[in-house]
């Protein structure tokens, strides 16, 4: 299984050929379907970070 910082490297280098109209939500969505044949592995850490900066924001009112 590749590490998410291998595959972003590889997604930056060649975006047209995983996301035709290279758009945000296309690259989210390639992300998300690689996350999900890793079993929700490769990003696991990713949701960690995001789960604890949601919750900071929402505790600081900002959210």
């Known amino acids: 299984m590749r590490r998410i910082e291998e595959v972003i490297d590889v997604l930056d280098g060649r975006v047209g050929m995983y996301a035709m109209n290279r758009t945000f939500g296309e690259v ?8 999900a044949c890793s079993e929700l592995q490769v990003m696991q850490a990713f949701r960690r ?11 600081a009112g900002r959210l």
């Open 28 to 35: 989210c969505a390639f992300l998300d379907g690689f996350d």
């Open 49 to 59: 970070w995001l789960g604890a900066w949601v919750s900071n924001r929402q505790l």
